[in-house]
T-cell receptor
Framework: AQRVTQPEKLLSVFKGAPVELKCNYS??????LFWYVQYSRQRLQLLLR??SRESIKGFTADLNKGETSFHLKKPFAQEEDSAMYYC????????????FGQGTELSVKP | NAGVTQTPKFQVLKTGQSMTLQCAQD?????MSWYRQDPGMGLRLIHY???????DQGEVPNGYNVSRSTTEDFPLRLLSAAPSQTSVYFC??????????FGNGTRLTVT
């Protein structure tokens, strides 16, 4: 079955602390993995996609095919990082269809 | 560019009423899709379209209809609203092989 799992509903850290949002997936094939972010009552925005291998707003994510994981990391969290984060998966030629995880709410405290 | 525009932003319906959630994009994207966002469940795909005249069901299509008569528009119809359809609805579009662009969402409450 195709599935994306984000085991933490809420992650609370202090400003300046490292943060890791976990994402595991199940997919028979070669998926493309994404992280989307949703700031309070705003639209979802793309944060990262694994094929880009870039860092956005200090966040990075590495696709680990052996562990079927795509964890999102940032060495020093900022208060403005507080948001809802969704990991998502797309198969090849899937017509814009994404499978989303349940989401993790990140709260960065001052 | 306006991007992906959803109307209305908020809607309250009574059980059994019908309504259409509007979605329009001005980026000439081929792919469009509708998701619903529920607490603890992430976003789930309702219907999607890979081009004008082509639609298909997603994970949770029951109770919803769609059509795609033009590239720009992809309305979502609720034929007989139920409390279980209380949710936030997001429309998205993309070119093939590219990430989705989302609208601002429609918050629907069915009483």
């Amino acid at each position: 079955a195709q599935r994306v799992t984000q085991p933490e509903k809420l992650l609370s850290v202090f400003k300046g602390a490292p943060v890791e949002l976990k994402c595991n997936y199940s997919y028979s094939g070669s998926p493309e993995l994404f992280w989307y972010v949703q700031y309070s009552r705003q639209r979802l925005q793309l944060l990262l996609r694994h094929i880009s291998r870039e860092s956005i707003k200090g966040f990075t994510a590495d696709l680990n095919k052996g562990e079927t994981s795509f964890h999102l990391k940032k060495p020093f969290a900022q208060e403005e990082d507080s948001a809802m984060y969704y990991c998502a998966l797309s198969g090849s030629n899937q017509g814009g269809k994404l499978i989303f995880g349940q989401g993790t709410e990140l709260s960065v405290k001052p | 560019n306006a991007g992906v525009t959803q109307t209305p932003k908020f809607q309250v319906l009574k059980t059994g009423q019908s309504m259409t959630l509007q979605c329009a994009q001005d980026m000439n994207h081929e792919y469009m899709s509708w998701y619903r966002q529920d607490p603890g469940m992430g976003l789930r795909l309702i219907h999607y379209s890979v081009g004008a005249g082509i639609t298909d069901q997603g994970e949770v299509p029951n109770g919803y209809n769609v059509s795609r008569s033009t590239t720009e528009d992809f309305p979502l119809r609720l034929l007989s609203a139920a409390p279980s359809q209380t949710s936030v609805y997001f429309c998205a579009s993309s070119p093939p092989g590219s990430p989705l662009h989302f609208g601002n969402g429609t918050r629907l409450t069915v009483t």
